[in-house]
C-alpha cells in the first residue's frame, strides 16, 4: 500500500493512500489498508492528503483514513479528484471532505511543507510527482510514473524541471522501484496504437479488450482507430463506464459519441466491426470478462473467429486467477491475446534507464527506494550506489519504518510494529492476525467437537460425550477416528470423575479433552486439529 507520511514539527502530510488487493482472499481478506493508529494519534497535526495519481493502490484507503478521524484536504490533479469523489461517495463521505484539485504549476502552501506537483508519464491521465520543500530541504516524490518519448495524452515528462531541482539541491529523493529489474527503455503508450490497428484490421470476429478503466489513453486510441476504421464500440463494466464519463468531462476521448454503441446493439452490427473494452483484467469476481468467460455474460458470448486481447498486467496474487480465465475464454472458442508478445500492453513504470536518469537529474543528497517489492528496492538502491552515491546517503526501508532526514543525517530512528490492516468486505470490517492464523488452521486441519453435558451439582457427565467433525478426516477413516475419540473421552471423564469421588482438586475437564484428543489425532493422522470440547453444566 501506498501512504508516505512526512512530519515536521507540528505538521504532517500524507502522500497518497492506497489499498492493496489481497492474495489471502481464501481467507475471507479481501483488501489490504494502512494502519491508522499511528496518524490517529497525530491527526490534528494534518493538513492534507496529496494524491500523486488515481490509482487505487494511491487513494483506495482515503476513505478509511476519513473514517478513523483524520481529516483534513484532499489534494488531488483533476482526474485523480474525480475518481477519488467516486471512492468517497460510496462510503457517504463525499459532503464533509474538501477536495481541492490541483494542476501543473500550481504551488500548494502549508504551515512548513510546500508543495509543488509536477506532470509525469504514467498508465493513467493526470499523474504527478511531488517536489514538497521543507525547513531541511526539497524532498521529491516521484509517485508512480515512466518517461514516454510519445504519450498519446499529456506531455512528455519535463526533464528540464528535475535538472533543475538537482542544481538547486534536493534533499531526499524518493523514487518508484517497481520496474528497476527490466533493463530495455519501457514501450510507449502510443506503440500500442499500431498494434491494435493491425489486429482491428484483421478481425473476422468480435474483439474484446480487457484492460484496466483507468488506462484513459488506451481508451482513447481504442475510440480512435475504431472512428478512423468504421468501428463501433460497446463498453462492458460499471467501472469502465464511470472512468469514460470522466475522462470526457475532462476532454480525453474526443471520438466516444461517434463511435459508441449500447451493449445491448452488438448484434445489429457485423461482428468483426464491434470492439468491446471490458474491464475485469484481473479475473475479479463478477466482472463483465470474468462473467463472458464463463458463459454467463446476459449480452455478450464468444464464437469461433472471435478475440480476446489481454492488454493489461497481471497484478501480483492474481495470476492464477486469470491463467483460469485465459482457459476458460478459449473453452468458449475465442483466440486470446495475452502477455507482452503481441505489444498489447506497456507498462506505466520506469524501468532501469529511466530510473537512471532520473537520478542523474536530481542528483539527491539522499535516495529512498519506494514502490514494488522489496527486492525491487534493494536493485533500486544498488542503481543509485552506481550512479556514485556512496553507501550510508541511500537507505532500504520497509513498511512501517520511521525515517529521519535531516542536512547531515538520514536513517531509520524508530519503527511502527504492524503497520497493516487486513479487510474483509467492500465497506470493510479488519481482521486480525490471530484471526486470519484461526482461519488458516480451520481451513487446513478441520475441526473437532467433543459434546457433553454434566450436572451442576453434582459435576458428573449426565449426557455424551459426543464427538462431531468438519473437514477433518476423510470420509471413510472418520467414523473410526471418532469412535476411538468417544472411546477416549468416556475414560477421561471415568478417571475425573473418580478424581471427584476421592475429593482430590478437580482437573480441567475440557482442557485435559483438549489436550488429549489432540495428542490422539496427531499419532493417528499426523496432524492436529482445532479441537473443541464443549461442556454444559445443567
Ligand atoms: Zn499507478
Not at 482513447?220 to 475504431?226: D, I, K, P, R
Not at 506497456?346 to 532501469?352: D, E, F, I, L, P
Not at 542528483?363 to 556514485?388: D, Q
Request: with cysteine; glycine share 8%; hydrophobic share 40%.
Amino acid at each position: 500500500m501506498n501512504c508516505m507520511i512526512l512530519e515536521y514539527e507540528d505538521e504532517i502530510l500524507v502522500v497518497d493512500c492506497g489499498l492493496m488487493f489481497s492474495d489471502l482472499d481464501n481467507f475471507g481478506v479481501e483488501f489490504v489498508i494502512p494502519d491508522f493508529t499511528w496518524l490517529r494519534e497525530r491527526k490534528d497535526k494534518v493538513s492534507g492528503y496529496l494524491i500523486t495519481h488515481g490509482h487505487e493502490d494511491h487513494i483506495g484507503a482515503l476513505p478509511f483514513a476519513l473514517k478513523a478521524g483524520i481529516r483534513a484536504p484532499v489534494y488531488a490533479s483533476p482526474f485523480a479528484s474525480m475518481l477519488v469523489r467516486e471512492r468517497l461517495k460510496e462510503h457517504g463521505l463525499e459532503s464533509d471532505t474538501e477536495i481541492r484539485t490541483f494542476k501543473m504549476g500550481d504551488k500548494l502552501d502549508f504551515r512548513h511543507f510546500s508543495a509543488t506537483p509536477v506532470s509525469v508519464n504514467h498508465s493513467i491521465v493526470d499523474a504527478f510527482a511531488l517536489f514538497i520543500d521543507t525547513p531541511q530541504g526539497r524532498v521529491i516524490h516521484t509517485g508512480d510514473f515512466k518517461i514516454d518519448p510519445t504519450p498519446y495524452y499529456g506531455s512528455r515528462l519535463d526533464e528540464s524541471l528535475f535538472q533543475k531541482a538537482g542544481e538547486e539541491g534536493v534533499l531526499l529523493l524518493m523514487s518508484d522501484s517497481t520496474n528497476v529489474e527490466r533493463h530495455e527503455h519501457s514501450l510507449s503508450e502510443s506503440r500500442i496504437y499500431q498494434t491494435f490497428e493491425n489486429l482491428f484490421a484483421a478481425a473476422e470476429g468480435l474483439t474484446v479488450i480487457a484492460m484496466f478503466a483507468s488506462n484513459v489513453a488506451r481508451v482513447g486510441q481504442v475510440l480512435e482507430l475504431a472512428h478512423r476504421m468504421g468501428k463501433k464500440v460497446a463498453i462492458a463494466g460499471r467501472s469502465m463506464d464511470q472512468n469514460l464519463r470522466h475522462a470526457q468531462e475532462l476532454g480525453y476521448c474526443q471520438h466516444a459519441p461517434s463511435v459508441l454503441i449500447p451493449v445491448e446493439d452488438i448484434d445489429r452490427h457485423s461482428r468483426r466491426d464491434v470492439i468491446v473494452l471490458s474491464g475485469g483484467s484481473q479475473a475479479e469476481q463478477g466482472s463483465s470478462l470474468q462473467r463472458i468467460s464463463l458463459g454467463e455474460h446476459r449480452l455478450i458470448s464468444l464464437d469461433e473467429g472471435d478475440t480476446v486481447i489481454m492488454s493489461s498486467r497481471y497484478i501480483p496474487g492474481n495470476e492464477k486467477a486469470i491463467g483460469r480465465m485465459i482457459n476458460n475464454l478459449f473453452k468458449q472458442g475465442a483466440e486470446v491475446l495475452y502477455e507482452a508478445v503481441h505489444e498489447i500492453h506497456t507498462s506505466g513504470h520506469a524501468t532501469q534507464p529511466e530510473l537512471r536518469q532520473m537520478l542523474e537529474w536530481t542528483r539527491p543528497r539522499y535516495f529512498l527506494p519506494i514502490h514494488g517489492e522489496y527486492r525491487h528496492l534493494v536493485h533500486h538502491a544498488k542503481l543509485a550506489r552506481e550512479t556514485g552515491m556512496e553507501r550510508e546517503r541511500v537507505v532500504v526501508a520497509q513498511n512501517g519504518d520511521i525515517l529521519e532526514a535531516t542536512t547531515d543525517y538520514f536513517g531509520i530512528v524508530d519503527k511502527i510494529e504492524e503497520p497493516r490492516v487486513l479487510v474483509e468486505g467492500r465497506q470493510g470490517g479488519d481482521i486480525s492476525r490471530l484471526v486470519l492464523k484461526d482461519r488458516r488452521i480451520l481451513g487446513e486441519r478441520g475441526i473437532v467437537f467433543a459434546l457433553m453435558v454434566r450436572n451442576q451439582e453434582t459435576r458428573r457427565v449426565i449426557a455424551g460425550p459426543e464427538i462431531v467433525s468438519k473437514g477433518f478426516a476423510h470420509e471413510s477413516v472418520a467414523p473410526h477416528l471418532l469412535d476411538e475419540a468417544r472411546r477416549i473421552c468416556r475414560q477421561l471423564i471415568v478417571d475425573y470423575e473418580h478424581e471427584l469421588r476421592q475429593g482430590r482438586v478437580e482437573t480441567d475437564l475440557q482442557e485435559t479433552i483438549r489436550v488429549e484428543l489432540r495428542r490422539f489425532f496427531e499419532r493417528n493422522v499426523g496432524h492436529k486439529p482445532t479441537v473443541l470440547p464443549m461442556i454444559l453444566d445443567l
